[in-house]
């Protein structure tokens, strides 16, 4: 921008103009999109915006818009598509007396612009981590290395039960899937190396152990999508060499105590067979 520093304000954030980016801070307020107060702030490089529009909005307001490179961005790739207007992180909401405003922000931008294709290479850092979130049926944290996933023996199935909690290194996925919390089987699923070139269906998201179930409306599964973006993130740099998987940290007794007493639970209405009952017992007390 012609000042560093130059900043527009409006509905639920603020855009700093600089040399050579777009810094979004948003705001934390009730009427805040939760998606935008989990995201914080996002730093928009120069290099990745294709694209800058500005338009009428609804009840006396105008609209400027960030159209970002596709590929630039790992938040918008891990949501592919599913995000609604009204949860874009980059589209700034204005009252109508500063659209003469906004137009000089965005013709400045567009003179700075020097591409609008698509990127094979994030261009555009992930969320900070750690972070975690909690869903229906599960805990999911993420250190920058290694995904784990914590069954809540409330709401996960008794297939996840018996896989037991979970650890994914990294350099052993693929990708990441992200089905909105506001769709029904809404969940985020780990895609694993070795399973890449098969030909196997993934099992349903309650089944499946690399997936945590969101469920319609439960809890606060928007800090899903930040999570989704920074695991994406991470599989990237992560290229193709295997790591060592992590050691799982050492549990709680008193949660030991808690998974032997469901498990027991499932035996008894005959969904856990003696071996598997034995043998999953056996495993949980050698974690002590």
Do not use: C
């Not at 810094?23 to 009427?31: N, P, S, T």
């Amino acid at each position: 921008m012609s000042r560093m520093g130059d900043v527009l304000a409006g509905f639920h954030a603020a855009w700093e103009f600089e040399s050579d980016s777009v810094l979004i801070r948003y705001e934390r307020g009730i009427r805040t999109p939760k998606l935008f107060q989990a995201l914080g702030e996002r730093r928009v490089p120069l290099e990745a915006i294709g694209g800058v529009t500005l338009t009428q909005g609804k009840r006396g307001t105008v609209v400027l818009r960030l159209e970002l490179r596709p590929g630039a961005d790992p938040l918008l790739e891990a949501a592919a598509g599913q995000l609604k207007e009204s949860g874009d992180p980059y589209r700034l909401v204005l009252p109508a007396e500063r659209d003469v405003l906004a137009e000089y922000y965005a013709d400045e931008l567009r003179a700075r612009l020097n591409g609008s294709g698509a990127v094979d290479e994030f261009l555009m850092g992930a969320p900070d981590v750690p972070m975690q979130f909690k869903a229906y049926d599960a805990k999911a944290s993420f250190d920058g290395r290694v995904v784990r996933f914590r069954w809540f023996w409330t709401g996960a199935s008794s297939a996840k039960w018996k896989a037991g909690d979970q650890n994914f290194p990294v350099a052993e996925l693929s990708g990441v899937e992200w089905r909105s919390p506001e769709v029904f089987e809404g969940h985020l699923r780990l895609l694993r190396r070795d399973l890449a070139d098969t030909d196997a269906q993934p099992a349903q998201a309650d089944q499946d152990p690399a997936t945590v179930v969101f469920g319609l409306g439960y809890g606060p599964v928007h800090e899903s999508l930040p999570f989704a973006a920074a695991v994406l993130s991470a599989v990237r740099e992560s290229g193709p060499v295997a790591a060592v998987p992590a050691r799982a940290p050492r549990r709680d007794p008193a949660d030991i105590a808690e998974r032997i007493r469901h498990l027991g639970e499932l035996h008894e209405a005959g969904l856990v067979t003696d071996e598997e009952f034995s043998s999953k017992k056996a495993e949980l007390l050698s974690e002590l």
